[in-house]
């Protein structure tokens, strides 16, 4: 019988990447192949994702590509998109492509407000806690800014507090500004600073202290007016909103409508080095607020044309994190020309938008299947041997016959090679 082999591996972090990638040939049987693979050098060299987590033994490069016609508060932008997913960086593109016609998007955001939470158990009273805590604001809003001078040299800080009681317990919200920053590490310093203070004033015990996702003081909003015409006439705008309206009654439905938000979203997120499961907890916390809803909603003007706005958290920085050491994420910050958080975070709300637009339109009118099968004809027309002279002749052979596969393929190269 073969020997069982075990995946406690003591002191594996403390191996460097090439003695890690030995134990990993020998613990999943990959081949010289393969290992050399894991070690080829990406933009991200190793040596550098080797201080960005731990146990590295190489890169995972996704495709990143620039989704093209934005305007935004009358600025063009191109914006790197991050994704492994075909047709995203299409769609996003088209739909601002439309949006430019009536203006472009209008985009706003909230200041950079993110809540600490502070959980404090074991008391006698949950109301006298809580105004003890209130009674005692400015002595933990100080304690807290004590913790983080380069924040309060930019005007950011711990500003103000709240206090919720939740069952037998309350839970205090440090309400910190963290500007540029995401805040992540700014929020869970302050709040665990402040943690032993609050239980010396209230008398109880604290538990939890961290950030919360659900960043409902920073939310990204951006609207857009998608020209009728542009979109295929009116019927085609009431199809869009039929869509919208499914998606609001549908929690079903919903989740898909908001994940292909996501696509949008998360592609950006990723691409500047910023945090997409923070982005993703923060969009559907928000979207279940008042019953699992829509991200983004449409109507319809008095022209007919279809109006779209979309609004959710976006606490992403462009200080700190891999944003300011993954040197992809530095340049793609470059693209974007993005000055402040803020104007970042708008760029991010109004990619959402497009996306969930394209989406809609696609699904309301042929499906997206179409705009996908092009480009998977043109992998299997690759694969099948077609070279630059009769790729596309294959693909719209295969496209128009509804038959993306390889063996077809192969027969249509072989007699348009003939
Ligand atoms: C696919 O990744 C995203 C869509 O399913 C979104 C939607 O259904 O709205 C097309």
Do not use: W
């Amino acid at each position: 019988m073969s020997e069982k082999k075990s995946s406690q591996i003591s002191g594996f972090y403390k191996l460097s990447i090439e003695e890690r990638l030995e134990k990993l040939k020998d613990f999943a049987g990959l081949n010289e192949q393969e290992i050399a693979v894991l070690k080829k050098e990406s933009s991200l060299e190793l040596k550098s994702a080797d201080k960005m987590i731990e146990n590295v033994i190489g890169t995972m490069p996704v495709p990143l590509g620039i989704a093209t016609n934005f305007l935004i508060n009358g600025e063009n932008y191109l914006i790197p998109m991050a994704t492994e997913e075909p047709s995203v960086i299409a769609a996003a593109s088209n739909a601002a492509r439309i949006a430019r016609l009536k203006g472009g998007f209008t985009a706003g955001s909230d200041e950079s407000i993110m809540i600490g939470q502070i959980q404090v158990t074991d008391l006698k009273n949950p109301d006298d806690a809580k105004n003890a805590v209130i009674a005692n604001k400015q002595k933990i809003l100080a304690l807290a800014n004590e913790q983080d001078p380069v924040l309060n040299k930019f005007g950011g800080g711990a500003k103000d507090i709240e206090v919720r009681i939740l069952d037998k317990f309350i839970v205090v919200h440090l309400l910190v500004d963290c500007r540029d920053a995401m805040g992540a590490n700014a929020v869970n310093t302050m709040a665990e600073a402040a943690a032993p203070l609050i239980e010396e004033i209230t008398g109880g015990e604290v538990i939890l202290k961290i950030i919360s996702n659900l960043a409902v003081k920073r939310l990204a909003r951006s609207s857009a007016v998608f020209d009728k015409e542009a979109l295929g006439g009116e019927e085609v705008v009431d199809r869009i909103i039929l869509a919208y309206k499914f998606a609001a009654k549908d929690p079903y439905r919903c989740a898909t409508n908001n994940k292909g938000i996501m696509n949008g979203i998360s592609s950006v997120v990723l691409a500047t080095g910023n945090d997409t499961r923070a982005i993703e907890a923060g969009a559907h916390g928000y979207a279940a607020l008042n019953g699992y809803s829509p991200l983004a909603k449409y109507r319809k003007n008095s022209d007919g044309d279809l109006v779209g706005e979309i609004e959710l958290p976006m606490a992403v920085g462009l200080i700190g994190g891999a944003t300011a050491v993954h040197p992809t994420a530095k340049i793609n910050v470059k693209i974007l020309g993005v000055k402040t958080a803020r104007e970042l975070e708008e760029v991010i709300a109004s990619v959402g938008l497009a996306q969930n637009l394209a989406a809609l339109r696609a699904l309301s009118a042929e499906g997206i299947q179409r705009g996908h099968m092009k480009l998977h004809a043109k992998n299997i027309a690759k694969m099948a041997g077609a070279d630059d002279r009769i790729l596309d002749k294959v693909v719209e052979i295969m496209v128009r016959e509804r038959k993306v596969r390889l063996d077809r393929a192969r027969e249509i190269v072989e007699e348009l090679k003939k």
